[in-house]
Nanobody, 127 residues
Framework: QVQLVESGGGLVQAGGSLRLSCATS????????AGWFRQAPGKEREFVAA????????YYADSVKGRFTISRDNAKNTVYLQMNSLEAEDTALYYC????????????????????WGQGTQVTVSS
């Protein structure tokens, strides 16, 4: 089992920044790729960003490319999502998820393929 706990959400004005953290525990962190997803009220969960086990491959949704950066610190068993130039449309509950590293390259944007999920952290952007 892998446990994931997100933090860093909050209320921010449009144009501002937030950094989300996802602390993991349980099985060896480097055996997993990680992703960030978000879900706004009344909408389906959508892919935001993903990273492979050592951080040298990253994926982004078109809507966040150039504004968000995913990274990981394997020594700290933590994944990060730096969010800049936030927009009202970024308001959502943000989830961290993990999937076995062998699959991340082919399933990185498919929420149903991830094995472990955190509880989420709320991000609210005021316009």
């Amino acid at each position: 089992q892998v446990q994931l706990v997100e933090s860093g959400g909050g209320l921010v004005q449009a144009g501002g920044s937030l950094r989300l953290s996802c602390a993991t525990s349980g099985r060896t962190f480097t055996n997993y790729g990680a992703g960030w997803f978000r879900q706004a009220p009344g909408k389906e969960r959508e892919f935001v960003a993903a990273i492979n086990w050592n951080g040298d491959t990253r994926y982004y949704a078109d809507s966040v490319k150039g504004r968000f950066t995913i990274s990981r610190d394997n020594a700290k068993n933590t994944v990060y999502l730096q969010m800049n130039s936030l927009e009202a449309e970024d308001t959502a509950l943000y989830y961290c998820a993990a999937v076995a590293k062998f699959y991340i390259l082919s399933v990185y944007n498919q929420a149903q393929r991830y094995d472990y999920w955190g509880q989420g952290t709320q991000v609210t952007v005021s316009s």
